[in-house]
């Protein structure tokens, strides 16, 4: 009976382990590993070429926070990055939602329309908007004589972050409108109905239902795009490699050629390790400010 | 009348933005047709008379069907591999319901906070080691890795769902745990399976990072997003080449999103909302 007993168990053990081990594997040499081994190496030097890199101890993260000036010109550069993508992304994001949740005419055209900046990848949409600043702009002035468009705007250091911005924003704008009307679509219309018997104006209807109904929504979208707008790295590579000189150069970026081109692979692990912190930080503070004012309806 | 006549002129506002937003892909479709001449006089005006001649240039220097095969074969088996690796998975940690296998869950998902980036100095060290590098099939493979975590999580949530007699039933009929779980369980998940794909599907076909580290150099084993990259680096100034180039690249994903547009949007909100 006791033998019977041990051999389900072990059956059993047996099954869990086939179904869960092939995906703790992958997950483990692909993610985990590799993130331990990034912040053992944040303690040493190493080019890459050496057989054993060499503990140096905090030496890397002293070395960002005293004596590296591009660090620095990435961190501020980053996060003032991640406050206007995240601030233009999700208001117009959110206005589009609301327009296209009406009862407003080819609704359905209009959503995909919106939409179709999202399916092209990143590093085609810098370059799509690099031609668009060079040649496009080149025309538009020689067309309406409107000064802006002669301006360099890929060239100019404080333009150039404008130019990431708009770019960033336009291509994300699709994929939270979605969520934004997904969201939207939940509020049940009887509230909003009531509140209009009641006499509440369209913005207070807004404000003050509306709105809070659709946190969960918000709550997902400022997540999703504090967490993209602080690893940006694609756009960036293909519009302006970080240039002029380093002023659009994000942290994601500057691990990026820390790395791989000056192969400092320890001081590059140093910052990456750094940046899962500032990550992490930023979300956690966020989803843990949002969570808690959620409300049903 | 006066309400409609409102709702008429928000549409008419609304198309105009949507012209607007979308003229950089118009400009982008309208130069790809030109001659280089004609685009650098004016990028805006329409081509006198449509020339292709800038598609067969472009498809032949990109070398555009072995560039498609290459990245539809990194991004089939990455996203093959995700969808039976975080199915199994999932399915199991969400019926069992002990510390083990919370713990498992936890493993599994926890990494859905450690940003690409974070990681890949070491990751491209480890895909040396394990042979992985300059290879599509191991390109394919590193992607199951950093798929499954969010995969896993959707499917653990949607398993819940389904009803445990399911199990019992195909457990009674005598089919072994594996055979009962693709028979029975996972055509039941299919809603989630369509997310899945749709999510990891877009990503790996238009992600250009995890490329640029592991194939790097390795001209047979390009993907569309390495080599448009490249190509663009090399005809800065055939820019009729370059809008030709983009259209190609293009041209899948936006085929893909029209066959799927209805899963790709249901997908898209499940992945955020669930994450």
């Known amino acids: 009976m006791k033998s019977e007993n041990l051999k389900r168990h072990l059956r059993s053990t047996l099954e869990f382990a086939g179904f869960t081990v092939p995906a703790v594997i992958v997950i483990f040499a692909f993610v985990e590993l590799p993130f331990l081994m990034s912040v053992l190496y944040s303690f040493t030097k190493w080019n890459g070429l050496d057989k054993v890199p060499v503990f140096i101890g905090f030496a890397n993260y002293m070395e960002i926070f005293t004596n590296d000036p591009n660090m620095m010109q990435a961190l501020g550069f980053t996060l003032l990055f991640t406050v206007f993508m995240v601030f233009f992304t999700n208001v117009i994001a959110m206005l589009l939602a609301v327009a296209l949740d009406s009862k407003v005419r080819g609704k359905n055209v209009l959503r995909a329309a919106f939409y179709v900046p999202n399916i092209i990848s990143m590093i085609i949409i810098g370059y799509i908007w690099r031609f668009i600043f060079s040649k496009g702009f080149d025309s538009f002035y020689a067309l309406t004589k409107i000064p802006a468009f002669q301006l360099s705007w890929l060239g100019d250091a404080k333009l150039s972050f404008v130019s990431v911005v708009i770019v960033s924003v336009w291509q994300a704008i699709g994929f939270y409108m979605v969520i934004y009307i997904a969201g939207l679509q939940t509020v049940p219309k009887d509230i909003i109905e009531a509140a209009m018997i009641d006499g509440a104006r369209s913005s207070t209807r807004f404000f003050r239902i509306t709105m809070p109904l659709i946190l969960p929504s918000i709550t997902v979208c400022l ?8 690893k940006t790295f694609d756009v960036i590579f293909s519009l302006t490699f970080g240039g002029p000189g380093t002023a659009t150069t994000s942290i994601a970026l500057d691990i990026y050629k820390t790395a791989f081109s000056d192969s400092r692979f320890g001081y590059g692990s140093a910052k990456s390790v750094l940046l899962f912190f500032l990550i992490l930080l930023v979300t956690v503070f966020q989803l843990s400010l949002f969570k808690k004012r959620e409300v049903e309806a | 009348m006066k309400r409609s006549l409102a709702w008429g002129a928000l549409s008419v506002a609304l198309f105009l933005v949507a012209i607007i937003y979308l003229y950089p892909l118009i400009l982008v479709v309208i130069n790809s047709l030109k001659t280089f001449t004609e685009i650098m006089t004016d990028v805006t005006a329409l081509p006198t008379a449509p020339d292709f001649q800038n598609f067969v240039n472009a498809f032949r220097l990109l070398e555009y069907p072995s560039l498609c095969l290459n990245t539809l074969i990194a991004t089939a088996i990455g996203t093959i591999g995700v969808v039976l690796l975080s199915s199994m998975a999932g399915y199991r940690l969400s019926r069992t319901k002990t510390r083990a296998s919370w713990f498992v869950f936890i493993i599994c998902v926890a990494p859905m906070m450690i940003p690409f980036q974070s990681f890949m100095i070491a990751l491209v060290k480890i895909a040396k080691i ?30 819940k769902s389904v009803p445990t007699e399911l199990d019992d039933c195909a457990r009674i009929d005598g089919c072994s745990p594996l055979r009962a779980f693709f028979q029975v369980i996972f055509p039941l998940l299919q809603p989630v399976t369509m997310s899945v794909i749709v999510i990891n599907a877009m990503w790996m076909w238009n992600d250009f990072l995890l490329p640029l580290l592991v194939l790097s150099g390795e001209k047979k084993a390009m993907t569309l997003q390495l080599a448009a990259y490249n190509f663009f680096g090399q005809y800065k100034i055939e820019w009729n080449y370059a809008m030709a180039g983009v259209l190609l690249t293009v041209t899948p994903a936006i085929i893909f999103y029209i066959a799927l547009q209805k899963h790709i949007i249901k997908g898209m909100t499940a992945g955020a909302v669930k994450a």
């Open chain 2, 130 to 159: 394990l042979h992985l590098t300059g290879s599509v099939y191991g390109l394919g493979v590193i992607y199951w890795g950093l798929g499954v975590p969010l995969s896993l999580f959707m499917y653990h949530g949607f398993v």
């Open chain 1, 223 to 230: 997540f999703y795009s504090l967490s993209s707008a602080l």
